[in-house]
């Protein structure tokens, strides 16, 4: 149950939460621009880069995807967490109000589907290249994001975000007080005390989850965590995926590509995360060492295309073929997913049975 508190816990956070800092952009703006010879035109037909490749077999856990999905909120418990984020967000007002400044309520946004299963079971957590070697050259592993993504967000968020606007309409010796009224003081981004945000998150009680969705939960959320820890953590301590990707590392060594992360066995996620570190002009930011790649802060990444880049992938896309990376790991996935349905059979056809209605 501790981990469906978590996940509401930051599905209200998102609320209430603003993101206050303009900063998104800033890698970018220290080096990590995009090659001038590639025009906006060609850069929009870019790939974008992704965590995962998906595969054409139909892996023996897809078959469960559509009955791991948690009932989704109806329009009345939508409704009830509607009003409390507008009382939330007014809380916050008063508060910010008390000490001197202005914050306007986020409109609430309805709920995202809880999660994706259709494509991460069908998928191997492997970095998607393009099928042939002249596209890995071309292209890498895509971009994320493109610069036209990033300055249509930043545009749009100055638009729309009034809080934003009206934090950087303040002078930049008011924008540090207005962070710490808003969120409280902290220490290298860890809260010590508490800010209006906080306060109103305390003062104002959540609605209750819907009664199937604890119940779900309940019933399988210990089912539902552990097949994703199968597809995933437990994926790069198989025994026969660390040999694949020992094979891998060292061909990545010929060509001249050492890796010495904290957390070895992440096969070509180490390349992608190589290339996500990798300035145009060759350089490394290492202020991430030893963070695996989808741990890696949002602000933190970047890929653009970049010469460097584009030698790690092509790299990564022959070590791939010699060691035929991704056909070993559909044949370890498949016979995975066999031992986890063979070990959990009872727990898979409750769930299978269960009324996805509710």
Same mark, same amino acid.
């Given at each position: ?51 995962? @490749?998906? *595969? ?7 078959? &469960? ?20 984020? /507008? ?15 202005? =914050?306007?309520?986020?409109? =609430? ?8 299963? @259709? ?8 970095? !998607? ?9 071309? &292209?890498? =592993?895509?971009?994320?994001? @493109? ?6 967000? !930043? ?14 309409? !303040? ?15 902290? *220490? ?28 779900? =939960?309940?019933?399988? /959320?210990?089912?539902?965590? $552990? ?9 790069? $301590? ?17 060509? /001249? ?24 002009? /060759? ?7 030893? *963070? ?67």
């Amino acid at each position: 149950m501790k981990r469906i508190v978590r996940r509401m816990a930051m599905a209200s956070a998102a609320l209430v939460f603003l993101t206050a800092c303009s900063s998104s952009a800033s890698k970018e703006d220290q080096g990590n621009q995009p090659d001038s010879s590639l025009d906006s035109a060609a850069m929009g037909e870019w790939p974008q880069a992704s965590f995962l @490749t998906e *595969v054409p077999v139909s892996f023996p856990l897809s078959h &469960y995807a559509p009955f791991l999905e948690a009932p989704r909120l109806d329009e009345e418990h939508e409704k009830k967490r509607a009003e409390w984020a /507008g009382k939330v967000g007014d809380s916050i007002a008063q508060c910010m109000k008390g000490k001197g400044f202005l =914050y306007y309520p986020q409109e =609430y946004e309805a709920e995202d589907d809880i999660s994706n299963w @259709t494509l991460s079971v069908g998928s191997l957590p492997v970095p !998607l290249l393009p099928e042939d070697r002249s596209s890995a050259e071309s &292209y890498g =592993y895509g971009l994320y994001p @493109t610069p036209e993504v990033l300055h249509a967000e !930043l545009l749009e968020a100055q638009a729309n975000d009034r809080n934003l606007q009206y934090m950087e309409s !303040l002078p930049l010796t008011s924008r540090a007080a207005y962070e710490e009224a808003l969120y409280g003081k902290q *220490v290298e981004g860890i809260p010590i005390t508490g800010g209006c945000a906080g306060a109103a998150m305390d003062s104002v009680q959540e609605p209750e989850m819907p009664q199937e969705r604890w119940v779900f =939960y309940e019933n399988f /959320g210990d089912l539902i965590f $552990m097949v994703q820890a199968s597809i995933g953590e437990e994926w790069f $301590m198989d025994p026969r995926v660390s040999t694949l990707n020992s094979e891998w590392y060292e061909c990545m060594a010929t060509k /001249g590509f050492g890796f010495h992360l904290e957390s070895p066995n992440q096969g070509p996620n180490d390349a992608l995360d190589q290339a996500f570190r990798t300035f145009p002009d /060759g350089s490394v930011d290492w202020n991430q060492l030893g *963070v695996l790649t989808h741990e890696i802060p949002d602000e933190a990444k970047s890929l653009i295309g970049s010469e460097p880049e584009l030698i790690i992938a092509a790299a990564d896309f022959d070590c791939r073929a010699k060691t035929d990376y991704i056909a070993r790991a559909i044949d370890i996935r498949i016979s995975r997913d066999e031992e986890f349905i063979s070990q959990h059979k009872l727990e898979l056809i409750n769930l299978e049975n269960r009324d996805i209605g509710g």
